[in-house]
């Protein structure tokens, strides 16, 4: 019996060892380039951080060098890559390039999602309050919530940036974890401590971990239930004691610079509802609040049969609420509701945001589908009833075969270059140096460096702006006037390239019809060929394995768009054959453009339900 159950915690410990593994896998998938925007940003915030002079220094906001004044994120992230690149670059000076702490902070994500897997199975073991010699039914959960945790194809594609995603699922679990073992546990203060260290380093990584004061509330109840008030009381102001202190100390500049956390905070909740229109938002115009964020985890990211099982065993658990049969799981329950009901709300639905449910909705699955298992013996029964006990296990199977496939298919993408390195290196065979290229602005201009090949040996085509300032790369995202068909007109008998690092502008922008017609006009020219540009070669990657190709276009943008977008070049025909007046005419013909513009000064763009722009009042 003790090599029995010795086994079963090596098999955990071997799938967090395994996760790690391929989380690692490809790491240096932009070869160096930082495709990622928001990692992006976020190694600049890092490599300007530095210690204080002075105590007086560190309590001056404005002047810290170790206030980030950057609170899109929380600051704990960036303390610990900035911490972690310093403690390297003591052995090797070279750690500290933006190049080699890049893949750092990625080892770093892919260590925390590894650690995930370790939490959810232990969570699992709790949730199945098994006390049976052995807990065969614990370690069941454990192990297949845990393995499918390992191939979930969202997490493995996550622990491939340094994006706080990883990172914020880490703690969300971890206070999940502690609030189900606070909720009957005779060491209440050891289970606070921990709830409260997760729940502050939660906020310290994104403030959007504020809804876990529900689940924590829900389990200090159920222990009030069981026990006594008393045994509840001390545990809630020991966890809000912690909570706070932790928070203080990985993230001071909450407090120390508050106004401006305040603002930034503000900023990005009326972002995240549609109060703010920015270009990299609108791909989500026309979109369904809950059905495109549920679509998106059925299909990509927990893949289709995990998915599935985990919408049943979502609905399943509520049934088994009303029934006021739930236990411990009304905690993970009352997470997975509260969240996902204000996130799911949300105008802004970037795949990402609904992360920290993943691994509750993977336990709630896993349960489904043990629960119909029956522990008759097969020589007992007769053949129908024989089928009816063999179907839980080959739903096992198919669930666990179907994360498995589509997690090592969107792994594989990183076996070959990414696209964005494909089209640079095509267009230093092909393209002549000193030609004039263009690019789309809120995009990456091509081609990057790659190897010994150098970008500068082409130009990017200039033009002045409304100001006189001079602009690089097509402002496709502003709004359609005959100023801006002019432009284009002038600019592109000019230009010998166009590309198109990702598909980003060509499939948001159609999405507002009302608004866009010029520009939707001028897409469905340049790829029919009717623009004097042809294209000359695409490059696209989707997840595969064993020659199984899935198509995720029409996934969110977020889920293809920094690892495998497809790029394109357009090559200008020779002889041009329309002078700028021609061209003019040509993308105007037949364009009813806006009767007014939608940037008159004092007004706040919103997108409705229709995909179309109307403007409020600041």
């Given at each position: ?513 009302f608004r866009y017609p010029l520009t939707i ?59 700028s007046d021609q061209l ?35």
């Amino acid at each position: 019996m003790k090599i029995i159950v010795r086994w079963r915690p090596l098999a955990l410990f071997g799938l967090t060892v395994l996760g790690l593994l391929l989380r690692l896998y490809g790491l240096n998938w932009d070869q160096g380039n930082n495709f990622h925007p928001d990692e992006r940003q976020i190694l600049f915030q890092v490599m300007k951080l530095a210690w204080p002079n002075s105590i007086a220094q560190f309590f001056d906001p404005q002047n810290s060098p170790l206030n980030p004044h950057f609170f899109a994120y929380g600051s704990f992230p960036l303390y610990l890559l900035a911490f972690v690149g310093s403690i390297l670059a003591r052995f090797s000076p070279g750690m500290g390039t933006i190049d080699n702490l890049t893949l750092v902070g990625r080892a770093i994500s892919a260590l925390f999602d590894s650690g995930t897997i370790l939490l959810t199975g232990w969570l699992g073991l709790l949730l199945a309050n098994d006390s049976t010699p052995g807990r065969q039914r614990g370690w069941a959960l454990a192990l297949l919530s845990a393995a499918l945790v390992t191939f979930t194809p969202f997490q493995l594609q996550l622990s491939h940036f340094y994006a706080v995603d990883t990172l914020l699922l880490f703690f969300v679990v971890l206070t999940m974890l502690a609030c189900v073992a606070l909720a009957d546990t005779d060491r209440p203060i050891r289970w606070s401590l921990v709830a409260g260290l997760g729940y502050g380093l939660a906020l310290a990584t994104k403030f959007s971990a504020a809804p876990l004061a529900v689940p924590l509330l829900v389990a200090l109840a159920i222990r009030w239930y069981k026990h006594d008030l008393y045994s509840a009381l001390i545990p809630l102001l020991l966890v809000m004691s912690t909570t706070w202190l932790v928070f203080l100390i990985a993230m001071p500049y909450a407090f120390l610079d508050l106004p401006n956390f305040v603002q930034q905070l503000t900023e990005q909740g009326d972002l995240a509802r549609g109060l703010i229109d920015f270009p990299y938002v609108r791909q989500f115009a026309g979109t369904t609040p809950y059905v495109y964020e549920a679509q998106n985890m059925l299909l990509w990211g927990m893949g289709l049969m995990l998915g599935f099982a985990a919408f049943v065993g979502f609905l399943w658990l509520l049934w088994r609420a009303w029934r006021r049969d739930a236990g411990s799981w009304l905690i993970v329950l009352s997470w997975v509701l509260i969240y996902g009901a204000i996130t799911g709300s949300f105008y802004v639905k970037f795949m990402r945001y609904m992360l920290p449910i993943y691994p509750f909705l993977t336990l709630m699955a896993a349960a489904l589908v043990l629960a119909f298992i029956r522990r008759e013996r097969m020589v007992e029964l007769d053949y129908k009833k024989r089928v009816l006990v063999a179907l839980p296990y080959v739903a096992i199977l198919l669930v666990l075969a179907g994360t498995m496939f589509q997690g090592l298919a969107l792994l594989n993408v990183y076996s070959q270059p990414n696209t964005r390195i494909q089209a640079s290196l095509w267009i230093y065979s092909h393209v002549k140096p000193g030609s004039v290229l263009t690019y789309e602005q809120w995009d990456d201009p091509l081609p990057v460096l790659v190897g010994n090949h150098d970008p500068y040996i082409y130009s990017q085509a200039t033009y002045p702006d409304a100001s006189g300032q001079l602009q690089t790369g097509l402002d496709l995202y502003g709004d359609d006037t005959t100023n801006k068909a002019r432009q284009l007109a002038r600019l592109l008998p000019t230009i010998d390239v166009i590309t198109m690092a990702t598909d980003r502008l060509d499939k948001s922008i159609p999405r507002l019809p009302f608004r866009y017609p010029l520009t939707i006009h001028y897409y469905q020219l340049l790829f029919s060929g009717q623009l004097g540009f042809h294209l000359a070669a695409q490059f696209e990657n989707h997840p595969n394995l064993f020659g199984i190709t899935l198509n995720d276009s029409s996934a969110d943008e977020s889920y293809s768009v920094f690892d495998h977008p497809t790029s394109r070049i357009f090559v200008r025909d020779n002889p041009y054959p329309y002078t700028s007046d021609q061209l003019y005419h040509k993308l105007l013909e037949g364009v009813q453009l806006p009767p007014l513009s939608l940037s008159l000064q004092g007004g706040r763009r919103l997108c409705n339900s229709d995909g179309d722009v109307g403007l409020r009042g600041v």
